[in-house]
Each structure stands twice: as structure tokens, then as C-alpha cells.
């Protein structure tokens, strides 16, 4: 079991770990970042509503996770609103000065409430006749969640492959992709004539479907089985791909796909899929 800690706002101290040994009836703990990051040896799950009463509210999250084979060799994970701190679709049709009403469909779509291929059909139907030089402006304004580099950064320093698959456009996965090393990317094609965005999007759509498949896809070219690979994302066309991953973490999660995963991370950055995999503070890659 590992707890890692938002390093802004808390510090994993020792009277929080001895609260959390005690309510799991563990050994000691090892530390894998100082005051942000350690793990328990345990003989079986524990219940990890015990550990989050121990840690009385504090943001800490808690993830269990077998012991064998912890590493992955293989990363799938979302954007918008994993790999990215926003919507880059939202964002785009601010410029069309319609935020909010695609906004509350991308919600509903992330909550599962929608079909998400009908959701983002009609999204792109509002943003019909927005320039194309909106794309730009978007991609201008994203921000990569904090963590994000150090994730992509070490996990292919220690051989792991890194995918960056997306409900959202290519026009941003490929950016975002070639800024933080992804070793490739898949993602959605909105249309246009060269000036002016079409309202349209490209056949087929790429939903939850699109990205499990994407994640036993790659699995099975590198020969791995699925046990050796992670996915994380936050909504609701993520939740195949986490439940299919041998690791699958639902990262700020919309309340359905939290419930639903077997792992989460609520408070820390992207580091803390590092430190579930056991990799100590030092091996972290800054990039």
C-alpha cells in the first residue's frame, strides 16, 4: 500500500504513518520521498477505508496494488484533464464564445450521462465557422498537469512504452505528445477547409471503446500481458482502459470513474503513479 501526499498543501509525517500502520497492522514503512511518498508491505489487501479514517481528511491519497511485478512496461493515458489541466475543447470554444454550453456537455459526457459520441458531434456542430487559427490559440493556452513530464520522463528511462490516447483532437494529442516525449498518440480528427472549422468530425469517433482497444493493442505488440501495463484517466470513456490495465488509476476523477477503479489519486500530481509503482524519489527523471 502506498501513500503519497499533496506536496503543496500536506506532509506525510511520521505520526501519520504510525496512525495508518496501526490501522492496518503493518510493519514499517519504506520511504520513497521524504515527507511525501511511502509504502507498507502487506499479506493482503487492506481496506482502504480504515487507512482513509486514519488519515483523518489530510490530502494523502492511498493506493493498493499488488507487489509482483509493480513496474509497467506500458503507459496509456487520457489528456484533458489528466495528462492536461483543462478541456482543450471547452477552451477551444470559448473563441466561439460558447464555453459553457460545451462545457455542460462534456461534463455530461465525462459523467457517463451522454453517449460520448453524440456529445462531442454536437460540440463540434456549435464551433461551425470558427477560424482555424483558434486551434492555435488553444494549444497556446493548455497547461501539462504537474507531474506530467517526470511521468512520461521516467517511465521511459526505466523501458517502458507511453501512449497518449484521446476523446479530444490530434491537432493537440500531437502537440502535447511531442512536448513531454510520448512515444506515439491517437485521438480524434475535427475537420476543416484550411480557413475555417467545419463543424464536423472525423468517422469513426474515438470513445472508451477506441481506447481499450488502443491499450490491448499496444500491449500486444510489445508482446506484454495486460498485468504489465497502466492506464489512468478521469472521466467516463476512461473507465475500459483503467479496469482492463493490470494498474488502472482514475486521477481527479469525475465521482463515478473514482468509485469505480481500483486505484485513485485525488490530491497528489502525476508523480504519485511513480511512487504506486515503488520508484524511489531519486529515480524520478525531471525532465
Not at 511520521?14 to 509504502?39: C, M, T, W
Not at 470559448?94 to 458531434?121: H, P, Q, S, W, Y
Request: charged letters at 25%.
Amino acid at each position: 500500500m502506498i501513500l503519497i501526499a499533496d506536496r503543496r498543501a500536506a506532509t506525510l509525517s511520521a505520526a501519520i504513518l504510525a496512525r495508518v500502520r496501526e490501522a492496518v497492522s503493518a510493519g514499517l514503512p519504506i520511504i520513497l520521498s521524504p515527507g511525501e511518498a511511502a509504502e507498507f508491505s502487506l499479506p493482503a489487501r487492506p481496506d482502504l477505508a480504515a487507512v482513509r479514517a486514519a488519515l483523518a481528511g489530510a490530502p494523502i491519497d492511498a493506493i493498493a496494488t499488488p507487489g509482483a511485478g509493480r513496474r509497467k512496461k506500458l503507459l496509456v493515458a487520457d489528456m484533458d484533464g489528466t495528462i492536461v489541466t483543462g478541456e482543450s475543447l471547452d477552451e477551444l470554444a470559448a473563441f466561439a464564445g460558447k464555453k459553457e454550453e460545451v462545457a455542460a456537455i462534456t461534463r455530461a459526457g465525462m459523467n457517463g450521462e451522454i453517449d460520448f459520441a453524440e456529445g462531442l458531434r454536437r460540440r463540434v456542430a456549435m464551433l461551425k465557422g470558427l477560424p482555424v487559427s483558434a486551434l492555435e490559440q488553444t494549444w497556446r493556452g493548455l497547461r501539462f498537469s504537474a507531474g506530467a513530464r517526470a511521468l512520461v520522463a521516467t517511465m521511459r528511462a526505466h523501458g517502458a512504452s507511453t501512449a497518449l490516447v484521446s476523446g479530444g483532437f490530434s491537432f493537440f494529442t500531437g502537440r502535447v505528445a511531442e512536448a513531454l516525449g510520448f512515444d506515439c498518440d491517437r485521438a480524434n480528427v475535427i475537420l476543416h477547409d484550411g480557413q475555417r472549422l467545419t463543424g464536423l468530425v472525423a468517422e469513426p469517433i474515438r470513445d472508451r471503446t477506441d481506447k481499450l482497444a488502443t491499450l490491448r493493442e499496444l500491449s500486444a505488440a510489445r508482446n506484454l500481458p495486460l498485468a504489465a501495463t497502466l492506464a489512468v484517466g478521469d472521466g467516463a470513456n476512461d473507465l475500459p482502459m483503467l479496469l482492463a490495465a493490470g494498474l488502472g488509476i482514475a486521477y481527479r476523477a469525475k465521482p463515478m470513474v473514482a468509485a469505480a477503479a481500483a486505484a485513485r489519486v485525488d490530491f497528489a500530481d502525476l508523480r504519485a503513479l511513480l511512487f504506486a509503482q515503488g520508484f524511489h524519489r531519486s529515480e524520478i527523471v525531471e525532465a
